[in-house]
Nanobody, 125 residues
């Protein structure tokens, strides 16, 4: 099982930016996804990247505003979030699955077997 540690969350104003990081104990051939969960809502897959083939996917709610990138040397996946909105407020989790590639969406939480502890993002209105 891969160990994941998220960082970078915090409080930001409407329209601001944040960069989240997900450091992984293992990296090659893993797919890393970012999920988020707001109070009272289901966990939503918002962005993901495969270290097998470089494929990525984004949820419609973040497309054009969020960018995912992978630094193999640092074994870290970044989520650059721009033009943040109050509805982006949630706890953000990274998750890993071995061998995944993406062609549409990031799948469901059940597709992933390793999770980080989460980092909270709050966007003030």
């Amino acid at each position: 099982e891969v160990q994941l540690v998220e960082s970078g969350g915090g409080l930001v104003e409407n329209g601001g930016s944040l960069r989240l990081s997900c450091a992984a104990s293992s990296f090659d051939d893993y797919a890393i996804a970012w999920f988020r969960q707001a109070p009272g809502k289901e966990r939503e897959g918002i962005s993901c990247i495969s270290n097998s083939d470089g494929s990525t996917a984004y949820a419609d709610s973040v497309k054009g505003r969020f960018t995912i990138a992978s630094d193999i040397a640092k074994r870290t996946v970044y989520l650059q979030m721009s033009s943040l909105k109050p509805e982006d407020t949630a706890v953000y989790y990274c998750a890993a699955a071995w061998g995944f590639v993406y062609s549409g969406d990031c799948g469901t939480p059940g597709n992933y077997d390793s999770w980080g502890q989460g980092t909270a993002v709050t966007v003030s209105s």
